[in-house]
């Protein structure tokens, strides 16, 4: 009886465990794949799409210099870390980009100046970031958007010069940057 309890105990504990583990790395966003073709080379983006107001609360959220903070890497997303994958190299604000996979980090900056990062390092949890993992910092242009955004978007839309550029739009922010395949 007394094996019997120890067992019990010992289940129950490492149940317990294992739940609170699993509900600090679930989803609480909604996930998106964007596709791209730039220039004949195919290009995925997944990442988490968190919105304006807090999932529990339903509270509206300051993004930028709040949930987002200045100064800081921020996981470009929700959940997991974003994944970028690119079949052909890319140049991205003038930076090469192997092809391959990759994890999107973002570090926005109080004076509007903003960094997309590039890492090696992919399959993390987004909150788990490593700069020794860094490829590149890449410089980021950030433009008002006319009518606030409720919900993290990221686009690849075609330049017509050619090439395309990424977008990162969330609240009254837009991050963007050109980037083309490598031939």
Excluded: C
């Amino acid at each position: 009886m007394k094996h019997f309890r120890r067992l019990l105990i010992l289940s129950v504990t490492l149940l317990a465990g294992s739940f609170a583990i699993a509900q600090e790395k679930s989803r609480v966003s909604p996930h998106e794949t964007v596709t791209a073709d730039i220039d004949g080379n195919a290009m995925t983006i997944v990442y988490g799409r968190p919105y304006t107001k807090d999932p529990k609360s339903g509270a509206s959220r300051k993004i930028w210099g709040g949930l987002v903070p200045f100064g800081k890497v921020w996981r470009t997303g929700a959940d997991e870390a974003t994944l970028l994958t690119t079949q052909q190299p890319l140049d991205i604000g003038g930076t090469t980009i192997p092809a391959g996979t990759y994890s999107l980090f973002t570090q926005p900056e109080e004076n509007g100046a903003a960094k997309l990062i590039v890492n090696k390092q992919t399959g993390q949890w987004g909150t788990k970031y490593d700069e020794k993992q860094d490829l590149a910092r890449i410089e980021m242009k950030k433009d008002a958007v006319d009518k606030a955004v409720d919900q993290f978007t990221i686009a690849i839309e075609k330049n017509p010069a050619g090439g395309g550029i990424l977008k990162l739009t969330w609240e009254n922010t837009q991050y963007s940057v050109a980037l083309k395949t490598k031939k």
